[in-house]
Nanobody, 126 residues
Framework: QVQLVESGGGLVQTGDSLRLSCAAS????????MGWFRQAPGRQREFVAA????????YYANSVKGRFTISRDNAKNTVYLQMHSLKPEDTAVYYC???????????????????WGQGTQVTVSS
């Protein structure tokens, strides 16, 4: 089973940038498609971004398209979420997720993923 540990969250101001990292261990990282989700208080967990096992395809929620970039370094077993132009509505706990897949599939639902990290808090002040 793969273990996921997120880091990089924090308190920032509107317009700032932040990069989240998710370190994976326990299984072959390149066997997994990866995703980022977020959950704000009182709201359901929502899709943010996803990347295929090779990094060849990426997918984004409309709300973050053009501001966030997902990437992965398979040599470091790490997936990243670079966030720019942050807004107060981006405030949430951000979760990393992994799903065994070496296909070019678009995994954008929480139920698509079997493995989750513990989350990292991102707070954007206005």
């Amino acid at each position: 089973q793969v273990q996921l540990v997120e880091s990089g969250g924090g308190l920032v101001q509107t317009g700032d940038s932040l990069r989240l990292s998710c370190a994976a261990s326990g299984r072959t990282f390149t066997n997994y498609a990866m995703g980022w989700f977020r959950q704000a208080p009182g709201r359901q967990r929502e899709f943010v971004a996803a990347i295929t096992w090779s990094g060849g395809s990426t997918y984004y929620a409309n709300s973050v398209k053009g501001r966030f970039t997902i990437s992965r370094d398979n040599a470091k077993n790490t997936v990243y979420l670079q966030m720019h132009s942050l807004k107060p509505e981006d405030t949430a706990v951000y979760y990393c997720a992994a799903e065994p897949s070496r296909r070019a599939v678009r995994l954008t639902r929480a139920n698509d993923y079997d493995h989750w990290g513990q989350g990292t808090q991102v707070t954007v002040s206005s």
